[in-house]
């Protein structure tokens, strides 16, 4: 695999949420607008370049027996790092996301790919995959929030959008919304991937 | 002091329902929920490890962290109390009682990732519970997930042996069915 498909990969052919189907919480619970899609996606994304760089350094060392929990303590430092850090530089996002920093340590992308990735590969190769399966979680949350945020708020990134602010079906960005948009987007993707064959 | 508690336990289990009102443990509520046998097994084994972490991580972060001005190692140690509970969990209930292992023993490894248990620990701490109301509040929430498992796999069983269009079979039909079982959970907001 060429690095340029190792780095594309997670964009959309092995989306972490749409196709492999990981993570899932995070990306219904925070998705209701883009703002907060785009500060968890950078949120996610340190912790897997962070995580997937440390494990693939450490993993000659590593022993194989007791090898999640290493993988465990070594995501929850990143997370507790990038935790303090939008506490610090964006109170208004930490307010928002809430809970769902810390819980970034049970996101099952970044175990994942510690596991099935970093794991056994070069550092090299397992920045790259942290990026493309970082980007890949971003735009399928921006994916999701899109809708949401529009609908539900007629808004786009908070600015009002004239057709849809009249009467935005509030209940888009609550919990229900998530679930329904979702569902219909990955029944669209699966629509696309038979009809195109990819 | 009594009515506090039982709004507190009627409200996590309906109003802020752990699944369909707050979307934690999205990943065993789909896996887990196409047969109604192995979503009583899930839901049991949530409810016993919720409540036991809850305790746990309500006395580490009062006894040990804040003491030591430690919170900032909050993440780390609930994860790792919270996986070591599970495996620890899983040898006793092996040992002591056998036909409960049967029934739980294959759920136990699958809540360390569940991140309702941890979720539950962190909001039982950030609303300044103590330790009876995070009790109760772990409860109430393992109770909640239950019964939205629950009502999930019942749906699922009759959702097999309907027609439904090829590219919304499995995954994509759960989601919008779980979505209109949050719209109805919704109904219970005035409830408190």
């Known amino acids: 695999m060429t690095p340029v498909q190792q780095l594309t990969k997670g964009f959309w052919k092995d989306n972490p949420i749409f196709v492999i189907g990981l993570g899932l919480c995070p990306a219904l619970a925070v998705s209701s607008s883009l703002a907060n899609a785009v500060g968890m996606g950078i949120a996610a994304t340190f912790v897997l370049i962070g995580s997937n760089m440390m494990i693939s350094l450490l993993r000659s060392i590593i022993p194989a027996k007791i090898r999640i929990p290493v993988f465990i303590v070594i995501i929850a430092t990143f997370v507790t790092i990038i935790d303090k850090l939008i506490a610090a530089y964006s109170p208004a996002l930490s307010a928002s996301l809430g809970i769902f920093i810390p819980l970034i340590v049970v996101n099952c992308i970044i175990l994942g790919r510690a596991e099935a990735f970093a794991n056994k590969n070069t550092v090299f190769d397992s920045l790259l995959d942290a990026i493309g399966m970082g980007i890949g979680f971003t735009i399928a949350l921006c994916c999701i929030a899109f809708f949401r945020e529009l609908l539900g708020e007629g808004k786009l990134f908070g600015q009002a959008i004239p057709f849809f602010k009249q009467d935005p079906a509030l209940v888009m960005i609550m919990a229900p919304g998530g679930f329904i948009v979702f569902g219909l987007l990955i029944a669209f993707k699966r629509l696309m991937a038979s009809k195109g064959g990819k | ?192």
């Open chain 2, 1 to 192: 002091m009594g009515a506090e508690l039982i709004a507190i336990f009627i409200v996590a289990i309906f109003i802020e329902n752990v699944v369909l009102s707050q979307i934690l443990g999205l990943c065993p509520f789909i896996g887990v929920s196409s047969k109604i046998d192995s979503a009583v097994g899930m839901g049991m084994a949530v409810i016993f490890v919720m409540l036991l972490a809850s305790v746990v991580t309500w006395s580490i972060q009062n006894f040990i962290l804040m003491p030591l001005q430690l919170e900032y190692l909050q993440t780390i140690s609930f994860i790792l109390v919270i996986a070591s509970l599970v495996q620890f969990v899983e040898m006793v209930v092996r040992k002591v009682a056998p036909a409960l292992y049967q029934s739980l023993g294959v759920f136990l490894p699958l809540i360390t990732t569940n991140c309702a248990v941890l979720g539950i620990s962190l909001i039982n701490i950030k609303r300044g519970y103590n330790l009876i109301e995070a009790t109760v509040n772990a409860g109430g929430a393992g109770l909640g997930f239950f019964f939205a498992l629950l009502i999930m796999a019942g749906i699922r069983e009759r959702l097999d042996i309907s027609d439904i269009p090829e590219n919304m079979k499995g995954a994509p039909i759960a989601f919008v069915t779980a979505g209109l079982l949050a719209t109805a959970f919704m109904g219970f907001s005035g409830l408190v």
